[in-house]
Structure formats: C-alpha cells, structure tokens
C-alpha cells in the first residue's frame, strides 16, 4: 500500500511549471542527454510513492545505452541536483523529487516534498527551494 494512499497502477506521472521551469532555465544543473536519457528511466519505473527501484546499472547500461560509467555520473549529478534522491531504507530506490515529476494527484504533492526534502536533510542537503519560484504548489 502507498504512503500516500490507494496503491494504483501507475501510468502516468505529472510535472509542474516550476519544474520545467527549473530544468529549463537552471545551468546549474549541466546536464547532458545522457543525464536526460537516465531520468527518463527512472520516471518510467515511478511508483505511486514517487520512488523509482531500479536494477543494476550493468542492466540498465544495456536497456537504454549507456556505459555503467554514464549512468554512475548521471546518478549523482540528478542526485546534486536534488531531482533525485537515494532512499536510505531500499535498495536501488530514488526518490523523485515532486517539485519536477509526480504521481497520486495533486492532493498529496506537498506531503511528498515535505518527505522529499526531510530525506534530503538526512542525506546533508538543505531542503529543496527552486531558483525560479520560491513559491509553495498553492495547497
């Protein structure tokens, strides 16, 4: 069962404008295709917790293309960038951070940044602000 509510099949995700803001307009970020490529994957295993469990990288690396290298340097610049984050009580599990991508509705999306940015603290990162809105998703 979900965290946040009634575990359903998910095939779909939601994005929000300050997201696509972010990774439009931040250069901070300095991601590559291969950095794209490999969120695009991991969105595609999304659970209803906004979690993505994924297989080794030596599986990945032959699904989508990419030398287990890439994938390694795509993880922790998504990770530095604070769209991802490494789960600390599942393996090969990221949290995908609300603030870009999302599942469950709109409803739930606040208590999922809230627990995006409390792992992020346990991780030593400062909660997640975008550089483009530093407004709340107006719940």
Known sequence: MSRYGKTKNINWF??????MNELA???????????FRLLFYLLS????????K????EIISNEIGLSVRKISEALRKLQNAKIIIKTKDQART???NPTFFYTGGFKVIQ???DDF????ETHGYKA??????????GI
Do not use: C, M, W
């Not at 939601?14 to 997201?19: M, P, R």
């Not at 307009?25 to 950095?35: A, H, I, M, P, R």
């Not at 994924?54 to 990288?57: D, F, I, R, S, T």
């Open 117 to 120: 940015n409390e792992l992020s």
């Open 45 to 52: 295993k999304i659970d209803d917790d906004n979690r993505s």
């Open 94 to 96: 990221y949290f995908i």
């Open 25 to 35: 307009k931040n250069t901070d970020f300095e991601l590559t295709t291969s950095d």
């Open 14 to 19: 939601a994005t929000t404008t300050i997201g």
């Open 128 to 137: 997640y602000t975008p550089i483009s809105n530093d407004e709340s998703f």
């Open 111 to 113: 208590e999922k940044q």
């Open 54 to 57: 994924v297989p080794k990288q």
